[in-house]
T-cell receptor, first 112, second 115 residues
Framework: GQQVMQIPQYQHVQEGEDFTTYCNSS?????IQWYKQRPGGHPVFLIQ???SGEVKKQKRLTFQFGEAKKNSSLHITATQTTDVGTYFC????????????WGAGTKLIIKP | GAVVSQHPSWVICKSGTSVKIECRSL??????MFWYRQFPKQSLMLMAT?????????EQGVEKDKFLINHASLTLSTLTVTSAHPEDSSFYIC???????????FGPGTRLTVL
């Protein structure tokens, strides 16, 4: 079936370093969404990308959607302790009942 | 806006009992709600999609007679875990979408422990 692969599973960074997570779909997506789940919390919607090649920024976070609408990335510049958590991508398939296909998540860990 | 509540936040029950979890969209009407299960350090596993006024659509491998879903109104969906067993212990999270939109807003989750 359709899948969204997300890598890496974990990323350890020093505070102030950059962080990137990547998602790749086996099929073209209608849109891709990004969510953040803090430890012990629930996923929180961050952003949605719809257009081919779209780039959106939220302060230190940069989100990209590939030209083929199959891949996406989230880049965080100069990580802070508040960025800790698991970042999930989720793709919307065409003609689906608004069901999202979820990536496995990338856990951002800040080294002490 | 887009606040989703879930109750209870945690529950401990004996094996063989049934547990009901409520999911409410507090400030919007949600025609579609989703129920997920999340194991420790893992991603979200979609259990079922719930549409107001119709039967839920269950994902492959999810027993509909064990996980009963009722979406009786535009703001309330319930998940009942019937005859719970220790292997049903997990974190259950609901989400809701605005009509015609795909982004999901999640409840805080319910941690179920079956003894």
């Amino acid at each position: 079936g359709q899948q969204v692969m997300q890598i890496p599973q974990y990323q350890h960074v020093q505070e102030g370093e950059d962080f990137t997570t990547y998602c790749n779909s086996s099929t073209t997506l209608s849109n891709i969404q990004w969510y953040k789940q803090r430890p012990g919390g629930h996923p929180v919607f961050l952003i949605q990308l719809v257009k081919s090649g779209e780039v959106k920024k939220q302060k230190r976070l940069t989100f990209q959607f590939g030209e083929a609408k199959k891949n996406s990335s989230l880049h965080i510049t100069a990580t802070q302790t508040t960025d800790v958590g698991t970042y999930f991508c989720a793709g919307l398939l065409p003609d689906s009942n608004y069901q999202l296909i979820w990536g496995a998540g990338t856990k951002l860990i800040i080294k002490p | 806006g887009a606040v989703v509540s879930q109750h209870p936040s945690w529950v401990i029950c004996k094996s063989g009992t049934s547990v009901k979890i409520e999911c409410r969209s507090l400030d919007f009407q949600a025609t579609t709600m989703f129920w997920y299960r999340q194991f420790p350090k893992q991603s979200l596993m979609l259990m079922a999609t719930s549409n107001e006024g119709s039967k839920a659509t269950y994902e492959q491998g999810v027993e509909k007679d064990k996980f009963l879903i009722n979406h009786a109104s535009l703001t309330l969906s319930t998940l009942t875990v019937t005859s719970a067993h220790p292997e049903d212990s997990s974190f259950y999270i609901c989400s809701a979408s605005y009509p015609g939109r795909s982004e999901q807003f999640f409840g805080p989750g319910t941690r179920l422990t079956v003894l």
